[in-house]
């Protein structure tokens, strides 16, 4: 099933979401961000749906447009973060701030060598982390993408595109469930 397949699924009620899926997959769409990170932070998201239609569609999208490392990171994005997004909205959410001193004891090594560029597996992260809703790790992948040269603009095209694969996900949903 490909983007379009998705889009076609589509009732009226997702019109805004058919046109905005147009729309961010494209560097025009996606201002300061280039292809490849569109395709990532597009595959990431996906993934973090969990919507298997979503998924497909994305894979098919991005088939032969970034590598098999990039994919690699997507996966590995959506994966590490439903842990650490998990883990650290807990200690930002709970009263009791002592748990925010604790050391995680988590393994993270992927984060710290993700097998493509930095800023590209933060940028696969922070659509994750928005998708997942941790204030935290948003905060850690915002400051991380800045640092390492991207815009405000780039950063706020990466969580359009996580909001709009998000909102496709939820209209596959319902009117399979319709």
Do not use: W
């Not at 009732?11 to 395709?39: C, F, H, R, T």
């Amino acid at each position: 099933m490909s983007v379009q397949n998705i889009k076609s699924r589509m009732p009226d009620y997702a019109k805004d979401i058919k046109l905005n899926l147009s729309s961010v997959l494209s560097e025009e769409g996606a201002e300061g961000l280039n292809q490849n990170q569109i395709y990532g932070i597009a595959l990431a998201s996906a993934y973090a749906t969990k919507n298997q239609a979503v998924i497909e569609a994305l894979t098919i999208e991005t088939e032969g447009n970034i590598t098999a490392e990039e994919i690699n990171a997507a996966k590995a994005a959506a994966t590490i973060m439903g842990m650490n997004n998990v883990y650290y909205r807990f200690t930002h959410m709970v009263r009791d701030k002592d748990y925010l001193g604790l050391p995680a004891k988590l393994r993270m090594n992927v984060i710290g060598r993700p097998g493509i560029e930095k800023v590209d597996f933060e940028l696969y992260s922070l659509a994750v982390s928005a998708i997942n809703g941790c204030g935290m790790c948003l905060e850690a992948h915002v400051n991380e993408v800045i640092k390492a040269g991207i815009s405000k603009v780039g950063v706020q095209s990466t969580v359009r595109i996580a909001a709009v694969i998000n909102a496709a996900a939820q209209a596959i949903v319902i009117e399979d469930y319709s």
